[in-house]
């Protein structure tokens, strides 16, 4: 399992350096960091800030590899389970990851469909996000 793990880090590894970039720029502005199963989480500072322009008010969350941005740590709360979900298909495809998802998007507007909500990889992080907060429901019933 651990070379299992490791591949996966190094496939993600593209991506995952540039998402280091941003948290290390994001970070030194006064964004909070931590570092939870592998998966280094950052939010607040500047990014909340950036996500208040108009080309970013859309994004909530993004994940660059094994790097997650959320707007405030509440937002990472809320969208963990949807974002690492992002994480395991940057494992998946590695550097291809970022090509692929615009691709969906392209190929949902094409069919007259939204762009996000219709992005097949979209639908996998919506429905282990849905699953997630369906179970959490149950064990508070």
């Not at 994940?63 to 395991?88: P, W």
């Not at 909500?117 to 179970?135: G, H, K, L, P």
């Amino acid at each position: 399992m651990p070379m299992q793990r490791f591949l996966a880090y190094t496939w993600a590894a593209p991506v995952s350096l540039f998402g280091l970039l941003l948290l290390l720029l994001a970070r030194g502005l006064g964004a909070q960091v931590c570092v939870l199963d592998g998966v280094a989480e950052c939010s607040g500072g500047p990014i909340d800030k950036i996500s208040r322009l108009p080309f970013f008010s859309q994004f909530a969350a993004i994940t660059l590899g094994h790097i997650i941005f959320a707007n405030d740590a509440a937002c990472m709360q809320r969208l963990r389970v949807h974002e690492r979900t992002h994480v395991k298909q940057y494992e998946r495809w590695g550097p291809l990851f970022p090509p692929l998802y615009l691709l969906s998007s392209a190929w949902a507007l094409l069919r007259g469909k939204h762009y996000y909500r219709d992005n097949v990889f979209e639908i996998e992080a919506f429905a282990a996000q849905y699953a997630d907060e369906a179970a959490q429901a149950q064990k508070n019933a």
